[in-house]
T-cell receptor, first 119, second 116 residues
Framework: DGGITQSPKYLFRKEGQNVTLSCEQNLNHDAMYWYRQDPGQGLRLIYYSQIVNDFQKGDIAEGYSVSREKKESFPLTVTSAQKNPTAFYLC??????????????????FGAGSRLTVL | AQSVTQLGSHVSVSEGALVLLRCNYSSSVPPYLFWYVQYPNQGLQLLLKYTTGATLVKGINGFEAEFKKSETSFHLTKPSAHMSDAAEYFCAVSDGIIQGAQKLVFGQGTRLTINP
């Protein structure tokens, strides 16, 4: 079955350490996204990428970095510059086609999430 | 910029009762609207979406939502609640398509509790 795999599911980090969250998809989707979820705040977009070797900042990119070296993979690094990194992180993907409007192809598929706790 | 407001962070209903989760949006362009459901410690699953056409949209698990442009609303309903409906529900509006990548703006979520 196709889907999105996030790892690890739970991660603990000491202050001052960088950590990298993995996101892999086998849906042949072009676009990938990282969202952060905090209680009572919904989901906020960190970064997104519509094509390999290109990515864009979302609404809360400070303290995070990403790479998109392969279509299937979009890892997120939470750096020590992120002041409040404890959160639930969700990766998503969508089948993007240039020049098209919203359609079923633009529905986001989500992974199961990674919960990061800073000790 | 688009925004979404979900009225009520917690909603509690009895099993078999009507479920109504409220969502209002603001958008400078014709909106594309979505409802997602999240079970504990899991990702989000699409319930239904409105893009164009029929304003009453049916989704999975017996849920439906009606797009009302005059009220800028997209409320989610289910006629009879089931215990398995207990979850968190998110309304989202598309913030645009950037070269195919779709940016969604989410509401803060509504946690639905079902009482036996």
């Amino acid at each position: 079955d196709g889907g999105i795999t996030q790892s690890p599911k739970y991660l603990f980090r000491k202050e001052g350490q960088n950590v990298t969250l993995s996101c892999e998809q086998n849906l042949n989707h072009d676009a990938m996204y990282w969202y952060r979820q905090d209680p009572g705040q919904g989901l906020r977009l960190i970064y997104y990428s519509q094509i390999v070797n290109d990515f864009q900042k979302g609404d809360i990119a400070e303290g995070y970095s990403v790479s998109r070296e392969k279509k299937e993979s979009f890892p997120l690094t939470v750096t020590s510059a992120q002041k409040n990194p404890t959160a639930f992180y969700l990766c998503a993907s969508s089948l993007a086609r240039l020049g098209t409007g919203v359609s079923g192809a633009n529905v986001l598929t989500f992974g199961a999430g990674s919960r990061l706790t800073v000790l | 910029a688009q925004s979404v407001t979900q009225l009520g962070s917690h909603v509690s209903v009895s099993e078999g009762a009507l479920v109504l989760l409220r969502c209002n949006y603001s958008s400078s362009v014709p909106p594309y609207l979505f409802w997602y459901v999240q079970y504990p410690n899991q990702g989000l699953q699409l319930l239904l979406k409105y893009t164009t056409g029929a304003t009453l949209v049916k989704g999975i698990n017996g849920f439906e939502a009606e797009f009302k442009k005059s009220e800028t609303s997209f409320h989610l309903t289910k006629p009879s609640a089931h215990m398995s409906d207990a979850a968190e529900y998110f309304c989202a509006v598309s913030d645009g398509i950037i070269q195919g990548a779709q940016k969604l703006v989410f509401g803060q979520g509504t946690r639905l509790t079902i009482n036996p």
